[in-house]
Each structure stands twice: as C-alpha cells, then as structure tokens.
C-alpha cells in the first residue's frame, strides 16, 4: 500500500484528519479507474488506521461528487470492515454528509469486543509471512498477534532468555542434493515438487533485480518464520523444468549483491538476548544463497538462484509493518520495534502490591497500565466521592467553588442555570482552569471553565470569559481536544467519545455573549450522546484516573510507564486554587506522599504562572533527594546550606521538603524563602512546606514557625508506601513519638494529624536481629541479598542504611567483601558480576545503597537493612526508627550488633 501525507487538521476539539477529494457512493465509484479507486481508499484505510490507534477521531472527506449521499460505497466499506476485521463496521465506524463533506466518524480501537479477541493495535499490514502447504501467506494481525505471543513465551520460558537456536531444515534428501549442485541442464525436471519446504519461482520478464527486491522478502520471511525452506528461482512451478534466466539479461555479480542487499535489509525483532545488540539483521548463520549455472546444448545459457533459508531465533519481517498513529498532530507509521512492543505488550504484574484500575483486556491502544495500592479507593469509590452520579437533578460540583465563583462574578450564575435548564440528570464539573487540570498552560482571561456529563447530552466544555481574546477559541478547542485524548488513552474510556465545546464571554455588568464560533462545528452522531447511569459512570471514572493519575516511581523502575492514583486527600489539597493559597505548611505521616505532592505541586506552578524551570526552587536537607528531584527536570534543587549561600534573583516561587530536619545553623531559612516569594507584593509567589514532626531526627531549632503561627496547614494521614508488618511498627513508634516527644518539637504539634489511616492488603516482612559482631552482621546483609537476587529482586532494590554517616565507609568495605565470598557451587549457580554498593547519590542506579538513615530521607526502596539506628541523642531514637521503617516499601530488616566499629575522626 502506498503511503500518503495526511495533514490533521487544527482547531478542532478531537483528532480530525483530512484526506481530501474522495469518489463517494457506490455507483460514482464503479465509474473510477481502478488505479484512482484503490488510491482513494487507501488513504482513507490509512487515515482510519491512525484514529483507530490514536483514540479516535473524525476522517474529513472533500467530496468529488457534491451529491447527496447516506453510503460511502462498497469498495470502501469492505476495506473498513478488513481493518477492524469484523463485519459489524458500526462497532467502530459511523458517517454523515454535512454539504460538501463526508465525515467517517472513528472510535477507538479496543482490543476485546464480543468473545473476539482483537490484537492490541490495529494494523494494515504485519509484514509477516509464514508458510502454509505450498502457499506463502502474510499473516492478518490477529494471527501476528499470537505468533508473537508464542515467539515471546518460548524466549521466557528459555532459562538463559534465548530464542531458539538456528536449526536445520527438516531433512529432504532430495532438497540437499539439488542445492548443493552448482550446475542444470536447461529443461531439467527437478525430482520433488514445490512443498512447505520449497518453492519454485520463474524468473519475470520485468528487470530481473526489481523481481527479486520484490519477490525475496516474502519468502525469506515465510521460511524464516516457519521450518526453514528453499526458494529456487528460474524453475517453472508446474512442470518443476529449469528455465534460469538468460545470461545476456543479468549480470553475474549484481545479481549475487542483489540477493544479499535484499535479504540484509529485511526488519526483525528479537525477543532473545540478541534485542540489546539493537535487533541484529537476518545474517548467513540463517539464510545461504547459490547460484547454479543452467547449460542449453553444451553451452552457458544461464543462471538458476537457491535461497536456503533456515528457521529463525525470533522474527523475521518483509519490511517494516504499516500500522499508523497520529503523533503531535502528525500521522505516522510505527517503527518495526514500537509495533512489536505493542503488539506484545501485556504491562508489569503488580497483583501481589497493588490493585489494577483498567481493564486492559478492552483498553484503547495508548492506555497504559494503572494502579492503586491496596487498601485504597479504587477508581469507583473515588468517582463516587468526587462526582457522584444520582437519579436526582443536575448537580454542581465542587460546590465550594461554585459558591466563590456566583460571590464574585456577577451574572455567571444566571448563565449557568439558563443553560442547564435543558439537562435532567447529570453532573457539572466545575473549575477556575480545565487547562491547568489538565496539566497544560493556565488560558489567560479564563473565569472558569465546567464540564457537563449529563445523561442524553454530548459531554460539554464550556468556558466563561471575562475578556475576549483573539487566540481563545484555539486554547478552547485545544482544551477539549486534550481532554477527549486524555480520558481515552490515560482514562481507558472505551465507548464512542466526543468534547463539544461552548464559550461566553461575561461582561463586568453580568451580560452574557455566546461568542461566534464557540459551538463545535461538526455534527456527531447520536450514538456519541451519553445514553444512562452506566455510560456516565463510566467516563467519569475515566477522568477520575485523568485527574489522580501521576507517572509511579515504578515507571523507572520496571522500565515502562505505570500510572498510579492520588489519594483523595492527595487530590483535594493539589486542587486548591494556588491565587488564594500562596503559602501553606502540609503535614503528612511517614508514607502518606509529601514528596510526589510536591512534584505535582511544582508541574502546577509552572502551568499556572507560566514560569520556567529557573524561577520554581525546590529545598531540601539531604544532597540524595536534592538530586533525585532535579533529574525530574521540573525546578532548580538545591539543600538547605547552598540555599543560605545565594541570593536566587530568578526564583519566584519555593516548594520546601522534610522541613522538619532542617535547622538555623547558617541562618534563618524560613524568613529568606518568604522574603523571596514575597518580592511582589501585590503578585507574591508561593511558598508550600512539607515536613513530619514525627522523623525529625536531631535536637536542634527547626527554624519553622510555631505550629499557631503556620496560619494555612493541610494533613495527610493516609500512609500509601508500606507493606502491612512495617506499618503496624510505624503505628507503634508514632504512639511512643506521642508519649516521648523530643524537646526539639513544638508542644501540641504531633496531635495535628489526629488519627492516621493505613492502607491495609500489602504483604511483606519485618525482621529484627542481634549480632555479636559487625562481621556477622554484613554476612547476614549479604545472604538475605543474595537470596532476593535469586527470587528475582536486584541491587536496585536494595538499601542498607546507618544511623551515622562517619561509618559509611567501614560498613561499605565489609559489605563489600562479604558479597563477594561465595562458594564453588554457588559460583556455578549464579552470574558472576560485582554488585556494585553506592552511597544514597545514586539511588536511580541499579545497585545497592549504602547511606545514613539521614540522607536517606524522603527516598524509598523496597528492601531496606537497618543496621544499630540509634541516634547519639537517646531522645530522637524513636523517631529514627521511624524515618527508618519508613523507607522499606516491603522487607525491613533492624540489624544490631554488640561489637560497634569507631567513628573515624577526620
């Protein structure tokens, strides 16, 4: 098929591709030329390729024929009803003519319908061949989809991650003697016929190289991906003579490079261990080729060409497979990797920790998995806490805002209900910026914006304006164009989908103007209405996952993207209107997410100031988070004691993490970072806090503001990280905190968080031990790691943290030798590579840390070792034990020893 340059039209608020001028109707195609018939609808295949895959959408024809016509013609829908492979082209297709154009309105691909079990993607063509009998047959994409599926669980199931190795052709003795003869007869009757192991091509009589570069990848593929064969051109299939081709109409050495050029530019893809030498070509340890001479009356007359072909280690491709996308408003085809990867793509197995929020078995093709950790709201509850559906009339929410925002614009009111008068039942969702919530540029001009899910209706977005702007209906439709792709390929919506769009302008006085322009300018069908409860339901649990879901720190760890869901505390506290809320001191237990509220925190900043990176400061106390935080590339980072040093002329606004282990030694922080955010006094930046009284860890003046004197606080109390053990032991060491605070907190400070909420339903293992020597204490760290490294852990997963960092280096050298000591026979069972054992600076690398439980803050890890934790002030011991435990997600280990190693002094 050919490929065509689509151009995706803007200012729509969905995903529309225009194909241009195409015959429609059945009896005006029948008049085509074959060759403009097959034109026309292979841009129309393609285009519908890409929405399929890219969450739906709307293919814009330019009628050829201005008549009035209901059907696009026969041709076309046969080729629609090929794509989806499905004869019930409505499940994804539906048309209107609106004058002069044609709209084929798409619905996302989803991979289940019915008892069909779709691929994951759709696909024009695999490019993948296989043999069947005597036919050469290129695969459909659900038989790719289980070829691959098949290919991937051998390699898997492979002990060493290997493909199969190359084998030879099932054995024909006859196939062996003829290839290995270098000379025929002209007319010579070969003694077997074509097979599943062998075909006969004659040569054609088009130029002899544009024959093979047409012919050879089909077949080599076809071998390669079966038992192996032999392809013999210049033999007549019937009669299985030896024709050859005429050596006045070829040249020898061409011919040979010809041969070799085609095969080493077929695509594969290695499942095996080959994929991380980047998908090495097909090479001769598979494929071997001759060229036999063909004699007529005792003279050359020509040449005769074998391919032997054996079975390949994985997959073997004719070209990259035609499968399309539409990437930043581009249509694309997918690379040979991207379409194997997602073809295959099943996502990471976190049953035992986590509860999966998708059905992926029918999400569209971009929707990536999404999690939330056990013993929190699954998507329901939440939809059900934050937009209720009822069987009562329409409902505005949240109603706090919509209070604020009826006191402080006239007339919005007034609008609001003229407009809901026709909807019975649904709910309105406002907020001062869908923009912002959707993680784009606050729109500037922007009142508010609602969202109207309402039985019977379109969804509706409408945005009121307190002063027009030329440029606004491209951020409004760009605005709901966002959201329509977001609440199908993050949200996994999997029904037919559209954002209408409405805006009005709101005079000072209260008059209302539906601005020119503002209405979508396409009809949809009905089907795209939201028909019941279920429907509604649905959506919004999509767009709970479009609102809550945040990139996990799994995502770096497992190696793809994994979202996971705010808590509705989380969520409640980031939606707060950042104009009113310029300062505020959060709260939050060990576990509860104070660093990914501040991440999220800072991505808001920048969309609703419109700042840069330089002007948002994010300060910590510990380098190892400092690091970690700046790797995200969202702020400037900077620790405590570099903050004191520098004036920072550029920054506007300061985001403050495990406030409560900061301290005045090198001056008063706070009053320098309000100082700074307050430079503007009529515009004054935002400075957010974030700290736990409960891990402060040392005696010293904090240097944060009396407890009576932080005037805007929020809590967290719900603790999302640890397995359920570790978090029966935090519960312990809080009350102890509780009944012993340190001198250092404030008085009456540790009761704010009043009672906490654990989220129960993770297994995992807590362990304390005593040692009568350090020795004994590294032997016992490196066992247990070599015994999660044999169940699938790796050092990435692993931190071994002190109570002192003078000692790091001690413990890091007997560690060190402790891993290294292994016997013969676990030598024989294990891969010989160093573990490599880092301080906390490295934490995203994969290998073991080994830090104080200090610069350890505010960073987790799955398995930690604590090792003799106690503090030289006996009065925060317990609040080091906390902050310890704190940063296992799954196995704690308190390890102590009678025989302590002595503090280097410096």
Request: aromatic residues 10%.
């Amino acid at each position: 098929m050919n490929h065509y340059l689509l151009e995706v039209e803007p200012f729509y608020p969905d995903l529309v591709i225009n194909v241009g001028k195409v015959t429609i109707g059945e009896l005006n195609r029948k008049q085509l030329q074959k060759n403009q018939r097959t034109q026309e609808k292979d841009k129309v295949k393609q285009a519908a390729c890409a929405l399929l895959n890219s969450g739906g959408g709307v293919i814009l024809v330019k009628m050829a024929n201005e008549k009035n016509q209901s059907e696009m013609g026969l041709d076309l829908e046969q080729a629609l009803r090929d794509l989806i492979q499905s004869p019930e082209l409505h499940a994804f297709f539906e048309t209107v003519q609106q004058k002069s154009c044609f709209y084929i309105f798409v619905k996302s691909w989803t991979s289940d319908t019915s008892s069909t079990l779709k691929p994951p993607i759709c696909s024009l063509s695999s490019s993948l061949y296989c043999r069947s009998g005597t036919s050469t047959l290129c695969m459909d994409s659900r038989q790719a989809f289980n070829f691959l599926k098949t290919k991937k669980m051998n390699v898997e199931r492979s002990p060493i991650n290997e493909g199969f190795p190359p084998t030879n052709i099932p054995r024909n003795e006859h196939l062996i003697s003829v290839f290995q003869r270098n000379r025929f007869e002209f007319g010579e009757v070969l003694p077997f016929p074509e097979s599943e192991l062998a075909e006969f091509k004659q040569f054609s009589t088009k130029r002899i190289q544009e024959y093979l570069k047409e012919i050879i990848p089909g077949y080599v593929s076809a071998f390669a991906n079966s038992r192996g064969g032999y392809l013999f051109v210049g033999v007549e299939d019937k009669s299985r003579k030896v024709q050859g081709c005429a050596k006045e109409n070829v040249d020898l050495n061409s011919l040979e490079y010809k041969i070799e050029n085609v095969i080493s530019k077929l695509h594969t893809f290695h499942f095996c261990s080959l994929r991380l030498l980047g998908h090495p070509p097909i090479n001769h340890q598979f494929f071997e080729k001759k060229i036999a001479e063909v004699h007529k009356d005792g003279n050359l007359y020509g040449y005769l060409c074998m391919i032997k072909v054996k079975p390949f280690c994985c997959v073997v491709f004719s070209e990259a497979p035609s499968s399309w996308v539409v990437k930043e408003k581009q249509v694309c085809c997918l690379t040979t990797e991207e379409w194997v990867d997602k073809m295959v793509d099943t996502g990471p197995d976190l049953a035992e920790d986590f509860n999966n929020q998708l059905d992926l078995s029918q999400k569209p093709p971009s929707c990536r998995p999404v999690y939330s950790r056990k013993g929190l709201d699954h998507k329901k509850a939440l939809q059900k806490a934050l937009f209720p559906v009822s069987s009562g009339p329409l409902q505005y929410t949240p109603k706090s805002l919509w209070k604020e925002l009826c006191s402080e614009h006239k007339g919005l009111k007034e609008l609001i209900n003229m407009e809901m008068q026709p909807i019975c039942q649904g709910i309105l969702i406002l907020s001062r910026s869908w923009a912002v919530d959707l993680s784009l540029p606050e729109e500037q001009g922007v009142i508010c914006d609602a969202l109207l899910i309402a039985q019977n209706s379109y969804p509706i977005l409408y945005t009121i304006l307190g002063e027009k702007g030329k440029e606004m209906q491209f951020d409004r439709t760009h605005t709901a164009f966002t959201l329509k792709q977001k609440l199908v390929n993050k949200g996994g919506y999997p029904r037919k989908l559209c954002i209408m769009t409405k805006t009005f302008y709101l005079g000072s006085e209260g008059n209302a103007e539906l601005l020119a322009g503002s209405n979508s300018s396409i009809d949809y069908p009905e089907s795209y209405k939201l028909a019941d409860d279920q429907q509604m339901e649905d959506l919004l649990q999509s767009l709970v996952i479009v609102l809550l879901g945040f990139r996990s720190f799994l995502s770096d760890e497992l190696g793809c993207e994994v979202l996971n869901l705010l808590t509705h505390q989380q969520y409640e506290i980031l939606s707060k209107n950042l104009y009113k809320t310029r300062e505020l001191f959060v709260h939050g237990l060990p576990g509860s997410g104070k660093t990914i509220m501040a991440i999220k925190i800072m991505k808001k900043i920048r969309n609703v100031f419109h700042c840069e990176t330089k002007n948002i400061l994010y300060i910590c106390e510990n380098q190892p988070l400092r690091d970690f935080i700046s790797h995200k590339n969202i702020c400037e980072a900077v620790t405590r004691k570099t903050f004191m040093k520098y004036d920072f002329k550029d920054i506007q606004h300061i985001i403050i993490d495990e406030a409560q282990n900061f301290r005045t030694e090198d001056g008063e922080w706070y009053d320098k970072a309000k100082n700074i955010t307050w430079r503007k006094r009529d515009d004054p930046g935002i400075l957010w806090i974030f700290l736990d009284y409960f891990q402060t860890t040392h005696m010293y003046y904090s240097g944060l503001p009396a407890p009576s004197d932080q005037n805007s606080r929020e809590k967290l109390y719900t603790v999302v990280r640890n397995a359920d053990p570790i978090a029966n032991y935090l519960q312990e060491k809080i009350e102890e905190v509780k009944k012993n605070p340190p001198p250092s907190i404030p008085s009456g400070s540790l009761a704010m968080l009043g009672e906490a909420i654990w989220a129960q339903g993770v297994s995992g293992k807590i362990k304390f031990r005593n040692f009568m020597s350090l020795e004994q204490v590294v032997t016992c760290v490196a066992e247990k790691c070599r015994v999660f490294f044999k169940n699938g852990y790796s050092p990435k997963h692993i931190a071994v943290l002190l109570s002192k960092s003078e000692v790091v280096d001690e413990y890091k050298e007997k560690l060190r030798r402790a891993m290294r000591r292994r016997s013969s026979s676990q030598m024989d069972e294990e891969s010989n590579v160093l573990v490599q054992i880092k301080d906390a600076l490295h934490v995203t690398d994969n290998c073991i840390v080994l830090d104080s439980i200090r610069r350890f803050s505010g960073l987790e890890r799955t398995i930690v070792f604590g090792i003799n934790p106690q503090p030289n002030e006996r009065a925060v011991t317990n609040n080091l034990l906390l902050c310890l435990a704190s940063r296992a997600k799954k196995h704690l280990y308190i390890l102590t020893n009678r025989q302590r190693p002595q503090s280097k002094k410096p």
